[in-house]
């Protein structure tokens, strides 16, 4: 049985309006004015609310927006009731949220034609909440899923690593790992899929098992090129619902000091030389190549570099740095250098800090996109 709440200074208006409506089994509840009618709503609930326009204390479109600001009843579909027919008034109404209208004199079966109306859009937009918030636990628990999986942090004698992994509100194609594909070489990458939302997550997954299990066929995984040619031929767009990805890898010889890297359009891997004094020495590593999956016959390509000791890498992906302010401006990779200079220089690092750093330059900060970063330091 609906629930329907009447809101009106006027008894004799209450009364006609409850007798027709009880007669076709809706519950009625009854309020005198506008106050009134606000503790009732949030006691009862109700699916549908008749509000006349003038009242005194709290008047009808008062009423309506507190309403509509309310979510435990932002479903509840709200008619105005009022004698004012001009449209001038119904635009009032409607920007204070008013669904509907009824003018007076009530006619009986317009009355019930637009509560049945009413009942129907309230019922479709109960449902389309519960879906929201069902599509919302499953990508919260996507996200579980895909924390449940990255690699902890490794400490090692000949480097350490640290990774932060920040899912956005709609989750989307960011995931990283680092592996021993020996006693001496170490293979880390970070990749970012195209998009939001599942069909995003779930080749980032299947990237991690291929390269886990070395399930790719007849790739060299020392050889970062090699690793690049064969996702660009498993994940191409129209195998894998059109979606493609941007990835550095690279291996890391401990024993040489040496690592070789490819990238396929993901942001440089950003390598911090200590220098004389506190000087720093910036290397952007990247290297030219489309993203993974959109075009079959891609020719990848490898460098190379020394790492020095107490150097240190970062790995990330560009959610962290397209962050916009209220003011339109991003982020941007210059300004997340700078930032990535000022953390180095802190003693006891770690990536809570960093992110600490560019909250402090934008104190709204909430990312719209994954955010994920590894940071390497070579001992």
Same mark, same amino acid.
């Given at each position: 049985?609906?629930q ?5 200074d006027? #008894?004799?208006? =209450? ?8 007669? !076709?089994?809706?519950d009625?509840t ?28 709290? %008047?009808?479109? +008062? ?13 509840? /579909?709200?008619?105005?009731?009022? &004698? ?14 008013? @669904? @509907? ?5 009530? @006619? ?16 479709? &937009? ?28 490794? =400490?090692? $004698? &000949?480097l ?15 995931s990283?790992?680092? /592996? ?6 170490? #293979? ?30 007849? #790739?060299?995984?020392? =050889?970062?090129?090699d ?5 660009? +031929?498993?994940? =191409? ?32 891997a ?7 004094? $506190? ?15 959109? /075009? ?11 790492? %020095? &000791? ?41 990536? %809570?800090?960093?992110? !600490? ?11 719209e ?11």
């Open positions: 049985m609906a329907i709440l009447i809101i009106d006027d #008894v004799a208006t =209450q009364l006609l309006l409850k007798r027709t409506l009880a007669s !076709q089994g809706y009625i009854l309020a005198s004015d506008g106050e009134e009618g606000l503790l009732k709503a949030m006691e009862i609930r109700p699916a549908l609310i008749i509000c006349d326009w003038i009242m005194p204390r709290l %008047n009808g479109l +008062q009423v309506c927006r507190q309403i509509k600001a309310t979510p435990e009843l932002s479903t509840t /579909f709200f008619i105005l009731l009022t &004698s004012l027919g001009s449209v001038e008034d119904r635009v009032k109404g409607l920007d204070a949220g008013s @669904d @509907d209208f009824l003018c007076k004199p009530i @006619d009986m079966y317009e009355l019930q034609a637009r509560v049945r109306a009413g009942l129907r859009l309230h019922q479709l &937009s109960r449902d389309l909440q519960q879906q929201k918030q069902m599509l919302e636990a499953e990508l919260a628990e996507a996200a579980e899923y895909v924390i449940s999986i990255l690699p902890e942090p490794l =400490q090692h $004698k &000949s350490a690593i640290d990774a932060q992994f920040i899912p956005s509100k709609k989750l989307g194609g960011d990283f790992d680092y /592996f021993w594909l020996d006693a001496n070489n170490l #293979v880390f990458y970070l990749l970012d899929v195209a998009g939001h939302g599942l069909r995003a997550c779930l080749p980032s997954l299947s990237v991690i098992n291929l390269l886990r299990s070395r399930g790719l066929s007849k #790739v060299n995984y020392y =050889q970062p090129n690793v690049l040619r064969g996702l660009n +031929q498993t994940f =191409q767009m129209s195998d894998r619902n059109d979606k493609y990805f941007t990835i550095w890898y690279g291996v890391y010889n401990q024993k040489k000091r040496e690592l070789i890297y490819a990238s396929a359009g993901h942001p440089p950003i390598l911090l030389v200590p220098e004389s004094g $506190k000087n720093l020495q910036e290397i952007r590593l990247r290297t030219p190549g489309i993203p993974i999956g959109m /075009f079959p016959h891609v020719k990848y390509v490898n460098d190379y570099c020394f790492i %020095n &000791s107490r150097s240190s890498l970062y790995l990330f992906s560009d959610g962290i740095y397209e962050v916009e302010q209220s003011d339109g401006l991003l982020l941007g990779l210059e300004n997340l250098i700078m930032l990535l200079k000022k953390y180095q220089k802190v003693s006891s690092r770690n990536l %809570n800090q960093l992110l !600490q750093f560019i909250k402090e330059w934008h104190p709204q900060l909430e990312f996109d994954d955010v994920s970063m590894v940071q390497i330091d070579f001992f």
